[in-house]
């Protein structure tokens, strides 16, 4: 089992940047797949951006060239580095880990990008 704690959801202008931290409650290492997911009100939850545990990474069409995920297996950390962000990247974000056959989410952290 592991829990998930995001962080970094803010108010930023168009064009801002912001990162996202996903804390894990247990080593990370042998957790194969992480990834982040933006959910808006009306709409299902979408996948952003996921990491392998061999570092292999793919996102979503919307945010290549301008969100870089990564993880930290010493801090037990997954990150999202959300650069260049725009009106449609608001929305709930949320952490995910696969371990096995189970799913585990975080609570989500808000980022609103307006002016």
């Known amino acids: 089992q592991v829990q998930l704690v995001e962080s970094g959801g803010d108010l930023v202008q168009p064009g801002g940047s912001l990162r996202l931290s996903c804390a894990a409650s247990?080593?990370?290492?042998?957790?194969?797949?992480m990834g982040w997911y933006r959910q808006v009100p009306g709409k299902e939850r979408e996948v952003v951006a996921s990491i392998t545990a061999g570092i292999s990474t793919n996102y979503a069409d919307s945010v290549k060239g301008r969100f870089i995920i990564s993880r930290d297996n010493v801090k037990n950390t997954v990150y999202l580095q959300m650069n260049s962000l725009k009106p449609e990247d608001t929305g709930v974000y949320y952490c995910?880990?696969?371990?096995?056959?189970?799913?585990?989410w975080g609570q989500g952290t808000q980022v609103t990008v307006s002016s």
């Open positions: 995910k880990a696969r371990v096995g056959i189970y799913e585990y």
């Open positions: 247990r080593n990370i290492f042998s957790i194969n797949y």
